[in-house]
């Protein structure tokens, strides 16, 4: 059984969460995650879900609660933004390190300073490297969607991390859009039950958990963990393929668009794919062969999957809505062509740093960045390989 | 209550020996006390610190009890998470047995960087134990100063210098800080007296909520004392009157320990080489100012505990 609702993204997340019915929720208002935890919040108060609600005193709390609650084995979820991410930056490691399937709820936001409550992705890029998977949503029907997933990828025995997904900040999280959801008891039918082989409350058989690690011993719990995000990729694809059986969506690590015969293409995250799409649409018109590929999953990394499917166009500009202060390009835009090192022939990629702060993007930059990709196509030397789109200089 | 040494000691040690703590740690020692005097199975949580350190260098656990350590500033934020999780399993039938919830930290961890984890596990009335072991500086990064750390004391960020003698500013009340969340049930106690430690513990785990106790746990290495003496300190503490033992149950404040002679503090502070500079004839006012805060606290609280001089 499936409904088609409206909600806004906040509204969307809010309600996979209902639906999960988690043990322990721990929250912490931050704009503009808020709506999502007030939705929850009436869940909570009209007994619509049996979650005990922790609200904490600050992210770094939340973090650390659901870090307890998790290694207790009680299902644990919680949600932020932006500063509030950065905030619980040292617990995202811990909760990686110590193999604790939390679920989060990502509301990207601009970092201060200055101070600016409107999205760009420099928060979860700031976290990349912390542990946990990074799942990317394109609208309120996929943000609905990987939260239900996120589960399922976070609980599976083989890996138990963390799973953070992503919506973009006002852009979906405050956008009323319509999207097909489950019926709760299909959910919860399909999650099924967490019940982990170790917990803090098995009072029989205790156990330490975070122990001072050493020279002898740290490089390899740290090879390990290495090892279990990499298995990953196959889990994350599983569960997308099942979630595809169970409605019809079904989801993979990078989604291709137009691109069977494209020979020039933007690669992008979040909310900016389905504004591609409607320009890849127009260029199509125009007789361009355009092309775009959404990266889903950012962690782990689809090094693979991204290589075989870019290495046939000629052209390739990737879309960061972050900036990596003193690096060379966008955190997206370096992994990218770290894979493609060493393939023949690879295509030429340049890169375009936009939306920061909520800086709208359309479909006219879109379009720019594809002329700009046509007319390299057609032997024009590159002028500059890191862009700024939609700024003004 | 009452408390047999003889019953007390035939219990199995929830905290093996074997750790690396140094000899004579008093904090250790405080440790194996607190869990001692549980009843209910118990679960831990340390913040990072000496106690964390020592006692969980993989592949060794001294801790017989389920443990967790998660960051310095959030064991109240995490035991906050294990008790929710807790009261949300057992709702559900998952969980049956009694569990007893502490959560250990340092003074660096309690006063300082855990403070605000600390103050917001009050407030939302989480039931569980968060036991302070004040050694009075962080110790585990090299005696620095805190929060906790005594007016007049050296440590290696306010060393004893030719211009500024030790540490200037006074230590911070922090049990009338929790105590001020209405909290059921806050006290001070310090490991000398086992009876008076072990009946708080049981007091504080019995209570229908949230509750503290701040332990004074002299550290050698810190405070400069043979490394025998850390017992006979912490009675010199409550003598002179500097470490009260007190309690406040549901509001009402009640001294524990009243010294015949109320001793000089001197007597605590000339066997502690945290103090020596104190003794140089031009530093010698800052005794006076130590005597005389400690008067005036210690009048305070006999006033808050319906006691008299």
């Known amino acids: ?393 | 209550m009452k408390l047999l040494l003889k019953e007390m000691a035939k219990k199995e040690d929830l905290l093996s020996g074997g750790h690396r703590a140094c000899t004579g740690c008093v904090p250790a020692d405080v440790l194996r006390q607190v869990l001692l005097a549980a009843d209910n199975p118990v679960v831990a949580t340390c913040a990072t610190g000496c106690m964390e350190v020592v006692t969980t260098i993989f592949p060794y656990t001294a801790w017989k009890v389920p443990f967790i350590h998660s960051a310095f500033e959030n064991s109240a934020a995490t035991i906050s998470g294990i008790e929710t999780a807790y009261r949300a399993l057992k709702k559900k039938g998952k969980i049956k047995d009694e569990i007893d919830f502490i959560a250990f930290g340092g003074d660096g961890g309690t006063y300082d960087i855990g403070l605000q984890a600390l103050s917001g596990a009050m407030e939302r009335g989480h039931k569980f134990l968060y036991v302070c072991y004040d050694n009075e500086a962080y110790m585990n990064t090299g005696i620095q100063r805190s929060g906790a750390t005594p007016m007049g004391a050296a440590t290696s960020t306010s060393p004893a210098g030719s211009v500024i003698p030790g540490k200037r500013e006074s230590k911070k009340d922090l049990t009338t800080i929790v105590t001020a969340h209405k909290i059921p049930y806050s006290a001070q106690t310090a490991p000398y007296n086992w009876k008076d430690l072990a009946r708080k513990v049981k007091t504080a785990l019995a209570a229908e909520g949230p509750s503290f106790i701040n332990i004074l746990s002299p550290c050698y290495r810190g405070w400069r004392f043979p490394m025998e003496e850390g017992i006979e300190i912490c009675r010199l503490a409550a003598d002179t009157c500097i470490w009260p033992l007190f309690e406040i149950e549901n509001g009402n404040w009640k001294l524990n320990y009243k010294p015949k002679v109320k001793k000089p503090v001197e007597e605590y502070l000339k066997i502690q080489g945290r103090f020596r500079h104190l003794f140089k004839e031009a530093n010698k006012h800052i005794i006076e100012e130590i005597q005389t805060e400690v008067d005036e606290n210690w009048e305070n609280l006999l006033q808050k505990c319906g006691e008299t001089q």
């Open chain 1, 1 to 393: 059984m499936s409904s088609i609702v409206a909600l806004t993204g906040n509204d969307a997340v809010g309600t996979a969460m209902k639906q999960i019915n988690p043990d322990v929720v721990a929250a912490f208002p931050i704009t503009p995650q808020t709506e999502l935890m007030h939705k929850f919040a009436d869940f909570v108060a009209n007994g619509e879900v049996d979650t005990e609600f922790v609200l904490v005193e600050s992210e770094h709390s939340a973090m650390s609660a659901v870090i307890g609650s998790s290694a207790c084995g009680a299902r644990s979820m919680t949600a932020t933004s932006s500063c509030g991410f950065a905030l619980m930056w040292e617990l995202l490691y811990v909760a990686a390190s110590c193999r604790f399937p939390i679920v989060m709820a990502v509301v990207n936001r601009a970092l201060s300073a200055n101070i600016n409550i409107h999205c760009d992705h420099s928060d979860t890029m700031g976290g990349r490297d912390a542990g946990w998977i990074q799942i990317y949503s394109e609208n309120s029907q996929e943000a609905y969607d990987n939260t239900i997933q996120a589960v399922k990828i976070a609980e599976n025995p083989s890996i138990l991390l963390p799973v953070m997904i992503t919506l973009d900040g006002f852009i979906i999280s405050h956008t009323t859009e319509t999207l097909n959801i489950l019926d709760g008891k299909d959910v919860r039918d399909w999650i099924g039950e967490y019940n982990p082989k170790r917990s803090l409350l098995d009072i029989k058989n205790p156990f330490t958990i975070g122990p001072l690690d050493l020279q002898d011993y740290y490089f390899e719990h740290k090879r390990q963990q290495a090892e279990v995000i990499n298995n990953s990729y196959d889990v994350i694809v599983e569960v997308g393929k099942e979630y595809g059986k169970l409605t019809g969506r079904e989801y993979d690590l990078i989604e291709k668009y137009m691109t069977e015969d494209a020979e020039i293409a933007v690669i992008v995250l979040g909310s900016t794919a389905g504004t591609t799409k409607e320009a890849v649409d127009i260029l199509r018109e125009e007789g361009i062969k355009a092309g775009m590929i959404k990266l889903r999953v950012f962690r782990p990394f689809p090094y693979k999957e991204l290589r075989e499917a870019l290495s046939n166009f000629k052209v390739i500009s990737v879309l960061d809505r972050c900036i990596s202060f003193g690096a060379y390009g966008g955190p997206v835009f370096n992994e990218i062509k770290a894979a493609l090192y060493g393939i023949s022939s690879p295509p030429e990629i340049t890169n375009y740093i936009y939306g920061l702060g909520g800086r709208d993007v359309g479909i006219e930059e879109i379009k720019s960045v594809y002329y700009d990709m046509k007319r390299i196509s057609e032997g024009e030397k590159v002028k500059d390989y890191i862009n700024y789109l939609g700024v003004r200089e």
